[in-house]
């Protein structure tokens, strides 16, 4: 089978370099933080300050392993982490992956919504602008792009939190979920409310992009001698969007919305700080806030592997699936 | 009027503009911004059209000088950032294939990690304030400008003029100075101001979270980070206009940098 052992050689391809790309990652990143000015033993101990002694000081640096030379310190860290233990976080004293593992599935929610809502209006608002190119609709999508491009995620959502739950008060104003109520007894309908409007502050960001894009890309297959030819031939638009435009467009669209995973990462931090949704993003900046540097470390390197398999996922679709390199590819 | 002279109008208005905006929020005295604690809380009105905040102090001079600190860090950290950009640019098209790959997987390396991660990461490791979220901003914005300025140069670098100053036994290092550099000025001038919006909201973004500037420094990302307490009281108007002040701003830079582009690139200055 050809076509099976390319997407293995793709497979082994990615891996390598994943694997590489990690290494880079943890080696700047760690040598970063050992250059920080901020004492980890300090920011540990916090509030405590004036009662911990020298002694108790050099014990809990030993204990961390802050008393090694960097270059040591990295070895066993990077050997840890290698075994699958990214350390303990500092601020809720439990193991780095199992806190990553916990808050990433909050931030996948939503995540996920957005990045979906994003996908779909976003192409639809772009097909359409490139439809109907020139008329209201099409400047009104892209004067809508090139502001939201300048907007600040975080004042967006700051707005509709006013404009929602402040004044109409739809959704309530923050936190994940419902004050004053049992873990246990936290329904999905809950989490869902608390859901919405950081999702839809997302996904009103994410839709620029996807649709400009679109809209480059349909409005050039529109112009093409082929379309011509099936407008003469007497084909409808809508026949002729299915036909020509839809195949032509859809896979470079889902490539860009599996690339954009980087943006995607860094505006649910920002979402998550605004709306007090516990997740990743707040989570990385609790971490940094008030020096977790092994919680720190770990989300760096999972939000680089995050990244990594977006982009690989547009590659192989690009590569892999689309029709016209897989053939090109061939002969 | 035809294009030409409109781009140029457009740059030369929102240039002006900008500008004032910059030295204007400098030059608010201290004693304006004193707390007034007898007007406090006021909603928007003729003499205070952006309202008062909970001290009693004028959100349009909060903006105003917000703004002035805004514009003034992402300038310093897109400058830096063009920088960087142009010189690692300009040796990865010119000193030959080792120092274009050292480039490009630096680009990739960069690229690789979310911007805001990144962001967070180096304002944490130099400890906040001015001067850390200068340089996070400087460290992160480069990769993009880089790849511009890296085919630009590569280009250049085919023209036979090139090629006969290698024969005359110049060195890369007097090629790159002497007939590369010269060439990419326009794509480096455009470059660092389309660089300008990233920057000054990423500043803003990172201060909001509490990383970058101190409170003590006014920017528009504190304005907006304080405001959040007071919002679920009704205040809206401590976060609705400094954002939407912002947004102006950063508009008016990408209008800036896209009109510049337009009026140096040799097919649209036909026009």
């Not at chain 1, 929610?109 to 097909?127: D, E, Y």
């Not at chain 1, 979402?271 to 919680?295: K, Q």
């Not at chain 2, 400890?127 to 996070?136: C, D, E, L, S, W």
């Not at chain 2, 920057?199 to 304080?226: Q, R, Y």
Request: aromatic share 10%; glycine share 8%.
């Amino acid at each position: 089978m050809y076509g099976l052992r390319r997407t293995g050689a793709f497979f082994v391809r990615k891996a390598a370099r994943l694997v590489t790309l990690l290494i880079a990652v943890s080696i700047l990143s760690f040598s970063l933080v050992s250059l920080s000015p901020i004492d980890p033993v300090q920011a540990y101990i916090g509030a405590d300050l004036m009662r911990v002694g020298a002694e108790q000081r050099e014990n809990i640096a030993a204990y961390w392993g802050l008393d090694a030379p960097p270059p040591e310190r990295y070895l066993r860290w990077a050997s840890a982490v290698v075994r699958g233990d990214l350390g303990t976080s500092m601020i809720y004293r439990e193991p780095v992956a199992k806190v990553i593992q916990e808050q990433f599935f909050h931030s996948l929610l939503l995540m996920l919504a957005a990045w979906l809502m994003s996908g779909v209006i976003g192409f639809l608002a772009g097909s359409l602008a490139a439809m109907k190119k020139d008329s209201w609709f099409d400047r009104f999508i892209v004067w809508y792009c090139y502001t939201l491009a300048a907007t600040p995620a975080f004042w967006l959502g700051l707005v509709l939190m006013v404009v929602f739950s402040v004044w109409l008060g739809w959704f309530p104003v923050g936190m994940g979920v419902p004050a004053g109520v049992l873990a246990e007894q936290v329904t999905w309908l809950d989490k869902l409310e608390h859901l919405v409007l950081p999702a839809i502050t997302l996904s009103i960001v994410g839709i620029a992009p996807i649709a400009l894009h679109t809209r480059q890309k349909l409005i050039e297959v529109l112009s093409s001698d082929y379309v011509l030819f099936a407008r003469a031939r007497g084909e409808t638009p809508l026949s002729i969007y299915r036909r020509h435009g839809l195949r032509n467009i859809a896979f470079p669209a889902l490539t860009l919305q599996f690339a954009s995973f980087s943006e995607l990462f860094g505006g649910t931090v920002l979402v998550e700080h605004v709306f007090s949704y516990p997740g990743l993003g707040e989570a990385m900046v609790e971490a940094g806030l008030r020096g977790d540097v092994p919680l720190l470390l770990g989300i760096v390197l999972f939000s680089t592997v995050f990244v990594f398999i977006g982009n690989a996922i547009a590659d192989f679709i690009y590569r892999v699936i689309d029709p016209r390199l897989r053939e090109a590819q061939a002969s | 009027m035809n294009l030409r002279l409109r781009a140029l109008l457009t740059v030369i208005v929102a240039s002006v503009l900008l500008i004032v905006i910059a030295v204007w929020g400098t030059l608010i005295p201290v004693e304006q911004m004193e707390t007034r604690l007898e007007l406090r809380n006021l909603p928007p009105s003729i003499s205070h059209p952006f309202g008062t905040d909970w001290l009693g102090r004028d959100m349009l001079q909060r903006t105003l000088k917000g703004l002035s600190v805004s514009i003034q860090v992402g300038l310093a950290g897109a400058a830096c950032s063009a920088l960087i950009a142009t010189v690692l640019g300009l040796a990865a098209a010119t000193l030959g294939k080792a120092a274009d790959r050292l480039v490009s997987w630096l680009i990739d390396l960069f690229l690789s990690v979310p911007h805001l991660v990144t962001l967070i990461l180096i304002a944490f490791v130099s400890g906040g304030g001015m001067r850390g979220v200068i340089i996070a901003v400087a460290l992160t914005h480069w990769p993009n400008l880089a790849r511009i300025v890296r085919a630009e140069a590569m280009q250049v670098m085919t023209a036979d003029y090139v090629a006969i100053s290698r024969r005359l036994g110049r060195s890369r290092r007097w090629i790159a100075w002497h007939h590369v550099f010269p060439h990419l000025w326009p794509q480096v001038l455009v470059g660092f101001l389309l660089l300008f919006p990233h920057a000054i909201l990423h500043e803003a973004a990172i201060s909001f979270l509490g990383l970058g500037l101190s409170p003590h420094e006014p920017a528009v990302g504190i304005i907006l980070s304080e405001s959040m307490r007071y919002l679920s009281t009704g205040m809206w108007w401590l976060a609705v206009f400094p954002g939407l002040c912002l947004l102006i701003i950063v508009r008016m830079f990408d209008r800036l940098g896209e009109q510049l582009r337009l009026l140096t690139d040799p097919r649209h200055a036909r026009l």
